[in-house]
């Protein structure tokens, strides 16, 4: 894992540095805010849902560190999402349309839905929790998106 941030960050790195040329020759912050979130953001996520997992805390404060940089370069804006914080958020995006589209290609992975009979309170899914047998199956994004706000 360690390996594929490092080659993530340099594809980065090369970005924000053509972003600083263009920026020194004239090309308007807000344009350079946009260039930054549609090149370096989608870089640093493409793909994130299924290794996010198996990052270790490490490579996420490196990640991130991509982001810090470019806010104090002025490359995007002052309050611009962690990297967790848009993950989280295409995470949430990706597990709605495997829950609700039929036609997905993860849909068939998904545990089997529990009925109960009784009426406590409402939950934000109704699968079946499958065992947490080993770190790999923990890191799935399947099985951390079923345990996401379960308590």
């Given at each position: 894992m360690h390996e594929h941030v490092s080659n993530v960050i340099s594809a980065c790195s090369q970005s924000v540095h053509a972003l600083r040329i263009l920026r020194?020759?004239?090309?308007?912050?807000?344009?350079?805010?946009i260039i930054f979130k549609s090149v370096v953001v989608a870089k640093l996520l493409y793909a994130a849902s299924s290794w996010w997992g198996f990052a270790t805390a490490d490579d996420r404060k490196r990640l991130q560190a991509v982001i810090r940089r470019g806010n104090r370069s002025g490359l995007c804006e002052q309050h611009h999402k962690t990297v967790e914080e848009l993950l989280e958020e295409a995470?949430?995006?990706l597990f709605s349309n495997v829950m609700y589209n039929k036609q997905h290609v993860l849909h068939s992975t998904l545990p089997g839905t529990m009925d109960t009979k009784y009426h406590l309170r409402s939950r934000p899914r109704n699968f079946k929790l499958t065992a947490k047998n080993s770190s790999i199956t923990e890191s799935?994004?399947?099985t951390r998106m079923l345990f996401k706000d379960v308590y």
């Open positions: 020194t020759h004239g090309i308007t912050a807000a344009s350079v805010h995470d949430d995006k799935d994004l399947i």
